[in-house]
Protein backbone atom coordinates (compact mmCIF):
# COMPACT_ATOMS: atom_id res chain seq x y z
CA UNK A 1 0.00 0.00 0.00
CA UNK A 2 2.03 3.18 -0.93
CA UNK A 3 -0.78 5.99 0.36
CA UNK A 4 -4.53 6.16 1.30
CA UNK A 5 -5.64 9.88 1.32
CA UNK A 6 -8.66 10.87 2.79
CA UNK A 7 -10.87 13.86 1.86
CA UNK A 8 -13.01 14.95 4.13
CA UNK A 9 -13.96 18.16 2.64
CA UNK A 10 -18.41 18.40 2.95
CA UNK A 11 -18.16 15.57 5.12
CA UNK A 12 -17.76 12.84 2.57
CA UNK A 13 -14.76 10.26 3.34
CA UNK A 14 -13.22 9.62 -0.13
CA UNK A 15 -10.55 7.57 -0.64
CA UNK A 16 -7.76 7.32 -2.62
CA UNK A 17 -5.40 4.32 -3.53
CA UNK A 18 -2.84 2.35 -5.59
CA UNK A 19 -3.34 -0.80 -4.97
CA UNK A 20 -5.02 -3.49 -6.42
CA UNK A 21 -5.59 -4.84 -3.20
CA UNK A 22 -6.87 -1.83 -1.53
CA UNK A 23 -9.64 -1.69 -4.19
CA UNK A 24 -10.40 -5.30 -3.25
CA UNK A 25 -10.24 -5.09 0.19
CA UNK A 26 -12.74 -1.96 0.04
CA UNK A 27 -15.29 -3.45 -2.37
CA UNK A 28 -15.71 -6.99 -0.10
CA UNK A 29 -16.42 -4.44 2.52
CA UNK A 30 -18.90 -2.91 1.09
CA UNK A 31 -20.49 -5.98 -0.19
CA UNK A 32 -20.58 -7.73 3.12
CA UNK A 33 -22.92 -4.50 4.31
CA UNK A 34 -25.09 -5.59 0.87
CA UNK A 35 -24.14 -2.26 -1.16
CA UNK A 36 -24.13 -2.19 -5.10
CA UNK A 37 -21.05 -0.32 -6.92
CA UNK A 38 -20.89 1.44 -9.70
CA UNK A 39 -17.63 2.48 -11.74
CA UNK A 40 -16.75 5.50 -13.76
CA UNK A 41 -13.68 4.66 -15.40
CA UNK A 42 -11.51 7.88 -16.48
CA UNK A 43 -8.07 8.95 -17.72
CA UNK A 44 -8.52 11.69 -15.66
CA UNK A 45 -8.28 15.46 -16.14
CA UNK A 46 -11.71 15.41 -15.25
CA UNK A 47 -14.64 17.84 -16.71
CA UNK A 48 -17.93 18.32 -16.60
CA UNK A 49 -18.61 15.45 -19.05
CA UNK A 50 -17.06 12.95 -16.73
CA UNK A 51 -19.06 14.61 -13.54
CA UNK A 52 -22.00 13.41 -15.60
CA UNK A 53 -21.08 9.92 -15.80
CA UNK A 54 -20.22 9.92 -11.86
CA UNK A 55 -23.84 11.66 -11.09
CA UNK A 56 -25.41 9.38 -12.74
CA UNK A 57 -23.65 6.49 -10.74
CA UNK A 58 -23.89 8.20 -7.16
CA UNK A 59 -27.93 8.28 -8.24
CA UNK A 60 -27.90 4.62 -9.17
CA UNK A 61 -25.58 3.01 -6.67
CA UNK A 62 -25.02 2.65 -2.91
CA UNK A 63 -20.49 3.40 -4.04
CA UNK A 64 -18.85 4.57 -6.77
CA UNK A 65 -15.48 4.17 -7.53
CA UNK A 66 -13.15 6.37 -10.33
CA UNK A 67 -10.65 5.01 -12.16
CA UNK A 68 -8.03 7.41 -12.81
CA UNK A 69 -5.22 5.89 -15.06
CA UNK A 70 -4.03 7.14 -18.18
CA UNK A 71 -3.61 3.71 -19.61
CA UNK A 72 -0.07 3.70 -21.92
CA UNK A 73 -1.35 0.28 -23.64
CA UNK A 74 -4.29 2.30 -25.43
CA UNK A 75 -1.84 5.24 -27.28
CA UNK A 76 0.11 4.28 -30.47
CA UNK A 77 3.63 4.93 -30.48
CA UNK A 78 3.37 8.38 -32.07
CA UNK A 79 0.53 9.94 -29.89
CA UNK A 80 -0.11 11.89 -27.08
CA UNK A 81 0.90 9.52 -23.76
CA UNK A 82 3.52 11.62 -22.39
CA UNK A 83 1.61 15.09 -23.14
CA UNK A 84 -2.15 13.68 -21.57
CA UNK A 85 -3.19 15.91 -19.01
CA UNK A 86 -2.47 14.80 -15.68
CA UNK A 87 -4.11 16.69 -12.19
CA UNK A 88 -4.66 14.40 -9.60
CA UNK A 89 -5.85 16.87 -6.87
CA UNK A 90 -8.22 18.34 -9.30
CA UNK A 91 -9.77 15.33 -10.20
CA UNK A 92 -10.12 14.52 -6.26
CA UNK A 93 -11.77 17.78 -5.83
CA UNK A 94 -14.75 17.16 -8.73
CA UNK A 95 -14.83 13.37 -7.57
CA UNK A 96 -15.13 14.27 -3.45
CA UNK A 97 -17.67 17.11 -5.03
CA UNK A 98 -19.97 14.90 -7.22
CA UNK A 99 -20.00 12.13 -3.75
CA UNK A 100 -17.83 9.52 -5.48
CA UNK A 101 -16.44 7.38 -2.43
CA UNK A 102 -13.00 6.06 -3.94
CA UNK A 103 -10.49 6.92 -6.59
CA UNK A 104 -8.34 3.97 -8.36
CA UNK A 105 -5.15 5.32 -9.37
CA UNK A 106 -2.92 3.23 -9.86
CA UNK A 107 0.66 3.39 -11.59
CA UNK A 108 1.65 1.62 -14.91
CA UNK A 109 3.69 -1.05 -13.40
CA UNK A 110 0.48 -1.71 -10.41
CA UNK A 111 -1.37 -2.63 -13.90
CA UNK A 112 0.49 -3.88 -15.92
CA UNK A 113 3.77 -5.99 -14.48
CA UNK A 114 6.80 -6.21 -16.57
CA UNK A 115 5.95 -9.89 -18.03
CA UNK A 116 2.28 -8.45 -18.59
CA UNK A 117 1.28 -10.82 -21.92
CA UNK A 118 -2.14 -11.45 -22.15
CA UNK A 119 -4.80 -8.58 -23.65
CA UNK A 120 -8.60 -8.50 -24.74
CA UNK A 121 -9.00 -8.10 -28.23
CA UNK A 122 -12.33 -7.99 -30.85
CA UNK A 123 -12.86 -9.34 -34.22
CA UNK A 124 -15.92 -7.03 -35.26
CA UNK A 125 -16.56 -3.55 -34.22
CA UNK A 126 -13.26 -2.42 -34.16
CA UNK A 127 -11.44 -1.74 -37.49
CA UNK A 128 -13.28 1.25 -38.92
CA UNK A 129 -13.89 4.60 -37.64
CA UNK A 130 -11.27 5.40 -34.94
CA UNK A 131 -9.91 1.77 -35.53
CA UNK A 132 -8.52 2.39 -38.85
CA UNK A 133 -6.19 5.22 -37.86
CA UNK A 134 -5.79 3.78 -34.11
CA UNK A 135 -5.12 -0.13 -35.19
CA UNK A 136 -3.78 -0.98 -31.47
CA UNK A 137 -6.20 1.27 -29.50
CA UNK A 138 -9.33 -0.90 -28.84
CA UNK A 139 -7.18 -4.09 -27.83
CA UNK A 140 -5.82 -1.39 -25.06
CA UNK A 141 -9.19 0.04 -24.14
CA UNK A 142 -10.85 -3.75 -23.73
CA UNK A 143 -7.78 -4.67 -22.14
CA UNK A 144 -7.60 -2.41 -19.21
CA UNK A 145 -11.38 -2.28 -18.90
CA UNK A 146 -11.27 -6.14 -18.46
CA UNK A 147 -9.02 -5.51 -15.53
CA UNK A 148 -10.68 -2.82 -13.66
CA UNK A 149 -14.17 -4.65 -14.56
CA UNK A 150 -11.92 -7.34 -12.43
CA UNK A 151 -10.40 -5.71 -10.09
CA UNK A 152 -13.44 -3.68 -8.99
CA UNK A 153 -16.54 -5.87 -9.86
CA UNK A 154 -19.02 -3.38 -10.19
CA UNK A 155 -22.85 -3.43 -10.44
CA UNK A 156 -22.63 -1.17 -13.68
CA UNK A 157 -19.96 0.68 -15.12
CA UNK A 158 -20.44 4.52 -17.03
CA UNK A 159 -19.26 5.36 -20.30
CA UNK A 160 -19.73 8.78 -22.12
CA UNK A 161 -21.27 8.78 -26.21
CA UNK A 162 -18.69 10.96 -27.15
CA UNK A 163 -16.64 7.70 -27.43
CA UNK A 164 -19.73 5.85 -29.27
CA UNK A 165 -17.38 3.36 -30.89
CA UNK A 166 -15.72 2.75 -27.45
CA UNK A 167 -19.17 2.05 -26.11
CA UNK A 168 -20.09 -0.16 -28.82
CA UNK A 169 -17.04 -1.88 -28.36
CA UNK A 170 -17.32 -2.46 -24.48
CA UNK A 171 -21.09 -3.43 -24.67
CA UNK A 172 -19.97 -5.58 -27.20
CA UNK A 173 -17.11 -7.09 -24.99
CA UNK A 174 -19.20 -7.58 -21.54
CA UNK A 175 -21.75 -9.64 -23.77
CA UNK A 176 -19.05 -11.74 -25.36
CA UNK A 177 -16.93 -12.81 -22.07
CA UNK A 178 -19.76 -12.86 -19.51
CA UNK A 179 -19.10 -10.10 -17.46
CA UNK A 180 -21.85 -10.04 -14.81
CA UNK A 181 -22.50 -6.02 -15.07
CA UNK A 182 -24.76 -3.41 -16.82
CA UNK A 183 -22.93 -0.52 -19.48
CA UNK A 184 -24.68 2.60 -19.06
CA UNK A 185 -24.17 5.00 -21.63
CA UNK A 186 -24.85 8.66 -20.78
CA UNK A 187 -25.04 11.51 -23.57
CA UNK A 188 -22.32 13.98 -24.42
CA UNK A 189 -22.31 16.89 -22.60
CA UNK A 190 -21.09 20.21 -24.71
CA UNK A 191 -19.77 23.60 -23.93
CA UNK A 192 -21.83 26.58 -24.23
CA UNK A 193 -21.32 26.56 -27.66
CA UNK A 194 -21.63 23.04 -28.76
CA UNK A 195 -17.81 21.94 -28.71
CA UNK A 196 -18.17 18.38 -26.89
CA UNK A 197 -15.98 18.33 -23.52
CA UNK A 198 -13.14 16.91 -24.14
CA UNK A 199 -9.77 16.20 -22.21
CA UNK A 200 -8.08 17.03 -25.69
CA UNK A 201 -9.97 20.16 -25.50
CA UNK A 202 -6.86 21.66 -23.14
CA UNK A 203 -4.75 21.32 -25.70
CA UNK A 204 -6.03 24.02 -28.20
CA UNK A 205 -5.05 27.57 -28.96
CA UNK A 206 -7.15 30.56 -29.03
CA UNK A 207 -7.72 30.26 -32.83
CA UNK A 208 -7.77 26.22 -32.22
CA UNK A 209 -10.38 26.26 -30.01
CA UNK A 210 -12.31 28.93 -32.36
CA UNK A 211 -11.84 26.37 -35.46
CA UNK A 212 -12.98 23.48 -33.31
CA UNK A 213 -16.45 24.94 -33.44
CA UNK A 214 -16.73 23.64 -36.90
CA UNK A 215 -17.46 19.86 -35.62
CA UNK A 216 -20.66 20.50 -34.26
CA UNK A 217 -21.21 22.45 -36.70
CA UNK A 218 -20.87 20.43 -39.24
CA UNK A 219 -22.89 17.57 -37.07
CA UNK A 220 -25.87 20.10 -36.65
CA UNK A 221 -26.14 20.23 -40.68
CA UNK A 222 -26.37 17.02 -40.67
CA UNK A 223 -28.95 16.42 -38.03
CA UNK A 224 -30.90 19.03 -40.40
CA UNK A 225 -30.85 17.23 -42.68
CA UNK A 226 -32.16 14.08 -41.23
CA UNK A 227 -34.87 15.55 -39.60
CA UNK A 228 -35.86 16.89 -42.45
CA UNK A 229 -35.74 13.00 -43.90
CA UNK A 230 -33.08 12.71 -45.74
CA UNK A 231 -31.85 9.11 -46.05
CA UNK A 232 -28.87 9.02 -48.59
CA UNK A 233 -25.90 8.47 -46.36
CA UNK A 234 -23.75 9.94 -48.85
CA UNK A 235 -25.20 13.05 -49.18
CA UNK A 236 -25.26 13.11 -45.25
CA UNK A 237 -21.14 12.50 -45.28
CA UNK A 238 -21.21 15.47 -48.35
CA UNK A 239 -22.83 17.93 -46.22
CA UNK A 240 -20.76 17.40 -43.04
CA UNK A 241 -17.20 16.80 -45.47
CA UNK A 242 -18.28 20.60 -46.75
CA UNK A 243 -19.18 22.20 -44.15
CA UNK A 244 -15.81 20.88 -42.79
CA UNK A 245 -13.79 22.25 -45.55
CA UNK A 246 -14.35 25.52 -45.04
CA UNK A 247 -12.62 25.41 -41.84
CA UNK A 248 -8.79 26.17 -42.53
CA UNK A 249 -7.35 24.70 -39.12
CA UNK A 250 -9.23 21.46 -39.48
CA UNK A 251 -8.33 18.81 -41.47
CA UNK A 252 -11.04 15.54 -41.62
CA UNK A 253 -9.40 11.82 -40.16
CA UNK A 254 -12.98 10.53 -40.89
CA UNK A 255 -16.70 11.28 -41.68
CA UNK A 256 -18.64 7.99 -41.27
CA UNK A 257 -22.40 7.01 -41.83
CA UNK A 258 -22.71 3.65 -39.60
CA UNK A 259 -25.31 1.16 -38.24
CA UNK A 260 -25.51 2.00 -34.79
CA UNK A 261 -25.36 -1.80 -33.91
CA UNK A 262 -22.81 -3.40 -36.16
CA UNK A 263 -20.36 0.36 -36.95
CA UNK A 264 -21.02 -0.95 -40.57
CA UNK A 265 -20.86 1.64 -42.84
CA UNK A 266 -24.03 2.25 -44.58
CA UNK A 267 -25.75 3.67 -47.62
CA UNK A 268 -29.45 4.38 -46.42
CA UNK A 269 -30.39 5.97 -42.83
CA UNK A 270 -32.88 3.34 -41.60
CA UNK A 271 -32.86 1.92 -37.56
CA UNK A 272 -30.19 3.45 -35.51
CA UNK A 273 -27.68 5.71 -37.01
CA UNK A 274 -24.28 6.70 -36.14
CA UNK A 275 -22.45 9.28 -37.38
CA UNK A 276 -19.20 9.80 -36.64
CA UNK A 277 -16.51 12.48 -37.34
CA UNK A 278 -12.73 12.64 -36.42
CA UNK A 279 -11.44 16.01 -36.90
CA UNK A 280 -7.65 17.36 -36.32
CA UNK A 281 -7.45 20.41 -35.41
CA UNK A 282 -4.20 21.82 -35.44
CA UNK A 283 -2.63 18.85 -34.41
CA UNK A 284 -5.24 17.66 -31.73
CA UNK A 285 -7.58 15.28 -33.05
CA UNK A 286 -11.05 15.68 -31.52
CA UNK A 287 -13.91 12.78 -32.17
CA UNK A 288 -17.77 14.01 -31.91
CA UNK A 289 -20.89 12.34 -32.95
CA UNK A 290 -24.79 12.13 -33.13
CA UNK A 291 -26.82 8.90 -32.72
CA UNK A 292 -29.67 9.44 -34.56
CA UNK A 293 -33.50 7.34 -34.74
CA UNK A 294 -35.50 6.78 -37.74
CA UNK A 295 -38.62 6.59 -36.98
CA UNK A 296 -40.16 3.51 -38.42
CA UNK A 297 -43.88 3.80 -39.96
O1 LIG B 1 -12.63 6.75 -22.23
C1 LIG B 1 -11.57 6.73 -21.58
O2 LIG B 1 -11.21 7.68 -20.89
C2 LIG B 1 -10.67 5.50 -21.66
O3 LIG B 1 -10.65 4.98 -22.93
C3 LIG B 1 -11.03 4.43 -20.62
C4 LIG B 1 -12.41 3.84 -20.87
C5 LIG B 1 -10.98 5.02 -19.23
C6 LIG B 1 -10.03 3.27 -20.68
O4 LIG B 1 -8.74 3.70 -20.42
Same mark, same amino acid.
Given at each position: !????????????? !????? @???????????????????????? !????? $??????? #????? $?? #??????????? !??????? #??????? &?? #?????????? %?? =???????? $?????? =???????????? %?????? @?????????? @????? *????? @?? =???????? &???? +????????? &????? *????????????????????????????????? /????? +??? %??? *??????? =??????????????? $?????????????? &?????????? %?????? /???? /???????DNIIWQKEMR
Amino acid at each position: !MRYTKMCTEKGII !MKIVE @TIQEVREQVKEWRKQGLSVGLVPT !MGYLH $EGHKSLI #DCAVS $EN #DKVVVSVFVNP !MQFGPKE #DLASYPR &DL #DRDAALCENA %GA =DLIFHPEP $EEMYHE =DFSSFVDMNTLT %GGLCGK @TRPTHFRGVC @TVVSK *LFHIV @TP =DKAYFGQK &DAQQ +LAVIRHMVS &DLNFG *LEIVGCPIVREEDGLAKSSRNTYLNEDERKAAL /ILSKS +LGK %GKA *LLEAGET =DAAKLKAVIENTLAT $EPLASVDYVEVVDW &DSLKPIEIVN %GSVLVA /IAVY /IGKTRLIDNIIWQKEMR
